[in-house]
């Protein structure tokens, strides 16, 4: 089902955008639920890691565990440490400085969502991969599977927390709020990003948070 918004004014009046304009236009998306999602695959990737260099040990390979997991320690603590701190920044300056969607934007659907974060995910992946096999091919001992645990494991953490502070933010708010995803990417940036706030029941005529507006149109919905 595609579900469609009206696009000249406020009212819900005029013509619909041409799907070649609104293909290049920004999408917003919940950011809770984005900030979540992003955590949980940073999370899999690390225990992907952890599992690549328990296969090896179990199988005899040389590795050197107490190097590789100290190093995973270090590196943990210190992106831990500072993910929490930009996160929670983040977070604080965002909520002070709420405001209603842009007028060209598309809200991003669930079927698309899921492609993206599909995509999002088989790179991460990938890299973790390549990262692997260039362990393996110099023959490494494990190391950079400590490195990828002790980098992605705390993010990973600390974005679920955020992505906590953002539902109770909704909740006590009685809102809905959206960050921006741009065209071509396939999450949204760890920096500084605006969020934008949407009431519940706001007497447009819609009741899940998502309204009617310029320029607003969700693409191929499930």
Excluded: C
């Amino acid at each position: 089902r595609e579900e469609h918004a009206l696009t000249s004014d406020r009212a819900g009046t005029g013509p619909l955008m041409d799907d070649t304009l609104l293909a290049g236009l920004p999408r917003i998306v919940r950011v809770g639920e984005e900030v979540r999602l992003r955590g949980w695959t940073s999370i899999v990737v690390a225990g992907a890691a952890a599992v690549y260099w328990l296969t090896r040990w179990l199988l005899g390979d040389p590795t050197r565990g107490a190097v590789t997991w100290l190093a995973a320690l270090g590196v943990g603590v210190v992106v831990g440490i500072i993910g929490f701190v930009v996160s929670s920044r983040r977070q604080r300056e965002a909520l002070s400085h709420l405001g209603p969607p842009p007028q060209q934007v598309v809200y991003e659907t669930r079927a698309h969502a899921r492609e993206r974060r599909t995509r999002a995910s088989g790179v991460l992946f990938l890299a973790a991969v390549v990262f692997l096999v260039f362990d393996r091919l110099t023959q490494g001992h494990g190391e950079l599977a400590g490195l990828i645990v002790g980098l992605l494991l705390p993010l990973g953490l600390v974005d679920l927390l955020e992505a906590r502070g953002w539902e109770l933010a909704e909740r006590s708010r009685l809102s809905r709020l959206y960050t921006v995803v741009r065209p071509r990417a396939l999450i949204s940036p760890y920096g500084k990003v605006p969020v934008y706030e949407v009431p519940i029941g706001r007497g447009d005529g819609r009741t899940n948070g998502q309204p009617t507006g310029v320029g607003r149109r969700s693409l191929g919905e499930d």
